[in-house]
């Protein structure tokens, strides 16, 4: 049974720095590629960031520059460093394997606002 549960969401502003973590399980973390997904009201899901199992990373160009997934397969566990947050970052993100397993998690929310 996948086990998807992400954390770290919270209240920030403009300008302001969270990581969230997503901790995994009921797979074999190590060879699934993942991402960071987020929705925010009205919106379709949108992919911000990917890591291949061989620690490649590419992101959107709405966030290149000011966020960074990271994984630690000892940990089952992916990280979204997010940096110099907007508005419009604003948004319940959730992370899933790539090509995605049809069970998502709750997400986290975050909301940046001044």
């Known amino acids: 049974q996948v086990q998807l549960v992400e954390s770290g969401g919270g209240l920030v502003q403009p300008g302001g720095s969270l990581r969230l973590s997503c901790a995994a399980s009921?797979?074999?973390?190590?060879?699934?590629?993942m991402g960071w997904y987020r929705q925010a009201p009205g919106k379709q899901r949108e992919l911000v960031a990917s890591?291949?199992?061989?620690?490649?990373?590419n992101s959107p160009d709405s966030v290149k520059g000011r966020f960074t997934i990271s994984r630690d397969n000892a940990k089952s566990t992916v990280y979204l460093q997010m940096n110099s947050l907007k508005p419009e970052d604003t948004a319940v993100y959730y992370c899933?394997?790539?090509?995605?397993?049809?069970?998502w998690g709750q997400g986290t929310q975050v909301t940046v606002s001044s």
């Open positions: 899933n394997a790539i090509p995605n397993f049809e069970m």
């Open positions: 009921g797979f074999s973390f190590r060879l699934r590629a």
């Open positions: 890591i291949s199992i061989g620690g490649r990373t």
